[in-house]
């Protein structure tokens, strides 16, 4: 046990630099020490889905290479580090009820405790996007018991790693669990029922809340939650209906229930969903309301909405029941395809405050490029710019008197993308597919030395 003390939430006016991974992403070891299989150890079976045709059986085997990781963390010289929880290694049967797993979190122990001993300080989020196939077979998020289970997962976490960990986020990017994952159909569970993902949404927001009182009932302190919140720029007048959509299901789905316990009629025009009182039942939206004590954003990109024209095939399935729309995402593009525009950044840090009240920390920003290894080494010059640009334009939002009390680069490791399985590489550490070996990148030097320097 390291007695060393976690740094919190900073304060006012303080700033903390870290890095961020997520579990299902890096760990690996799907089968070690008691883990059963998640929703993305399913998904990545069904033909397809990925677009490598790749999983993260082994993904960058940080379960196995926690010394070598914790290094690189160090190496960086950060305050914070961001990292989540593998539900199905801690409660392999989904629930309380089923089972605590204690080498589970005996991995996630050793991991907190690695941090302290280098003075670094944990950031844990609950869940970021791995549930257990278990409870997806129960309905997943659309089981509204799915928020309970995630307040049990928060009090187990929180009775090994509490004592050893200063702030907590709930949630990553439930925007993505719900809208990929239930409407679309491109992430796990895979499910595609348009609209219907809105009871999904709903029901991640229960969960954060159930989850965050749970963690406060503990003595947790500096609980938050964190959302892929966007800019939203429609191409011209003629747009301003498709717009607010995109900003009612991308932003105020969230931050509406969070600051004023409410669903605005906006949201509602496209999610009749969320009129059905079986769904959203008495006191749930008073239970969101004032839950979270920061929103950690998360932004890679802006959204440009347009009205599709005649002819053009329109609707987008990630936007469920906002008709005609289409995106016209501007150049230049990462490899991934996203419009790099860092005014967007300044932008929703300000709009986010501004919004809630609430202090704001970049939880996760960085860049897709395919990189290439010459001599050892990796040049990612783009990588670099883009990290630079967008740390000028949280020094800009910060010059403008917004509330932000961090920045975390997305992402430590190149790790498993999700859909795009291994083709895209957001690492500022580069990591070969057959070795696991770890080079760091042009990048990784780069932002050693902004954060030594405080920027
Ligand atoms: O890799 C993801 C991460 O898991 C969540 N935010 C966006 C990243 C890039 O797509």
Known sequence: MVSSHPAGLPGRGEF???????SYQVEGAIGADGRTPSIWDTFTQVPGAIRDGSDGATACDSYHRVEEDLALVAGLGVDHYRFSLAWPRILPGGTLAAGVEARGLDYYDRLVDGLLERGISPMPTLYHWDLPQVLEDDGGWLNRDTGRHLADLARVVHDRLGDRVGMWATLNEPYCSAYLGYAAGIHAPGRVLGTGAHVAAHHLLLGHAWAAEALRDAGARDVGIVLNLAPVWPERPEAAEVADGVDAIRNRVWLGPLTDGAYD????????????????RDGDLAAVRGSAEWIGINYYTPERPDLAAAGEPAGVPVYPGVEGLVMRPREP???????????????????THARTGLPVLVCENGAAYHDTVVDGAVDDRARVDYLRDHLAAVTAAREAGVDVRGYVA????????????YTQTFGIVHVDRQTRNRIPKASYHWYATHVGERG
């Open 333 to 351: 593009l990462t490899d991934i395809g996203w419009e790099v525009d860092a005014r967007g950044l300044t932008q929703v840090l300000a709009d």
């Open 410 to 421: 997305w992402t430590l490791l190149d790790n498993f993308e999700w859909a795009e399985g």
């Open 16 to 22: 903390s630099y870290g890095v961020a991974t997520a």
């Open 265 to 280: 009629d906006g949201l509602l025009a496209v999610a009749p969903e969320l009129r059905d009182p079986d769904v959203v």
